[in-house]
C-alpha cells in the first residue's frame, strides 16, 4: 500500500514563505503522480499543484506565480514550497498520489492521501 506523510506546516505572516513535506512510500511503484491538494471551502478538495514521475509540474493558474512543486527522488520526498503568502492561503493541505498516469491537462482523482497538516497565515 502506497503511504504518504505531510511535514513542515505551522504558521505563517503575510509575506512569509513555508516549505511543505511529504514522505512518499511508493514500494517500488515507477509511474505515479504525485500532488498536494487543499481543504478549500467546499465539498472537494482543491489541486494545488502535481508532479508526474518523470517530472512534469502543472500549477492552479492562481497559485503558480507564488507555489512551487518539486521532488527529491533520493529520499523519497515531496515538496511544496510556497511563498509571499496571504491569509486565503490558510487552509489544510494534503499529499496525494495516484499510480501509473499523470495526465496534463485532465483532472486527477489520486487514490491515496495523506492525513493533512494545517496551513496558518496572519495579516
Known amino acids: 500500500q502506497v503511504q504518504l506523510k505531510e511535514s513542515g506546516g505551522g504558521s505563517a505572516q503575510t509575506g512569509e514563505s513555508l516549505k511543505l513535506s511529504c514522505e512518499v512510500s511508493?514500494?517500488?511503484?515507477?509511474?505515479?503522480?504525485l500532488a498536494w491538494f487543499r481543504q478549500g471551502s467546499g465539498n472537494e478538495r482543491e489541486v494545488v499543484a502535481r508532479?508526474?514521475?518523470?517530472?512534469?509540474?502543472r500549477y492552479q493558474d492562481s497559485m503558480k506565480r507564488r507555489f512551487t512543486i518539486s521532488k527529491d527522488d533520493a529520499t523519497n520526498t515531496l515538496y511544496l514550497e510556497m511563498a509571499g503568502l496571504v491569509p486565503e492561503d490558510t487552509d489544510i493541505y494534503y499529499c496525494?498520489?495516484?499510480?501509473?498516469?499523470?495526465?496534463?491537462?485532465?483532472?486527477?482523482?489520486?487514490?491515496?492521501w495523506g492525513q493533512g497538516i494545517q496551513v496558518t497565515v496572519s495579516a
Open positions: 496525494a498520489a495516484t499510480l501509473w498516469t499523470c495526465p496534463r491537462q485532465a483532472p486527477i482523482h489520486p487514490n491515496y
Open positions: 508532479i508526474s514521475s518523470d517530472g512534469m509540474r
Open positions: 511508493l514500494y517500488g511503484h515507477q509511474s505515479y503522480c
